[in-house]
C-alpha cells in the first residue's frame, strides 16, 4: 500500500515489484493505488501507476474512481493527469454524484513530492 509522505522511488520500486496486483483493493475502502496516490496528490505516483496500465476508471467501494477523489479535493494536476490519460467523467458515484458534481469551486495545487 502507498504509505502518505512515502518517498516516490520507494513507490515506484514497489509497483514494479507487483505489477499484476495495481488494481487489487488496499483498504477497507476498496481503494485502489491510483485512488490511494491521488487521494494524496501524489499526481507523479498517479502517472507512474496509469503508464503501467492501472485501471483508471476502478471505483472504491462507494463507487468513487480517482477522478471523483480528485475533483472533490480540487487536485488541479491530478485532475488534469486523469483527464487526459481517459478518465471517464461520466461515472456516477453510488450517491450518482459525478466527479466535477464534487467540486467546491477553485482548484488547490497539490504539493508535488
Known sequence: ???????????????????????DPVDENGSTLVIVAVFNGRVEVAEQ?????????????DGNTALHHACHQNF??????????????????????RPWELQDGGLNEQDNY
Open 1 to 23: 500500500m502507498i504509505r502518505e509522505g512515502a518517498p516516490l522511488d520507494f513507490i515506484k520500486e514497489a509497483i514494479m515489484k507487483y505489477p499484476g496486483h495495481l488494481d
Open 49 to 61: 501507476l496509469l503508464i503501467r496500465k492501472a485501471n483508471i476508471n476502478k471505483a472504491d467501494n
Open 76 to 97: 488541479k494536476q491530478c485532475i488534469e493527469l486523469l483527464i487526459t490519460a481517459g478518465a471517464d467523467e461520466s461515472i456516477m458515484n453510488d450517491m450518482r454524484i
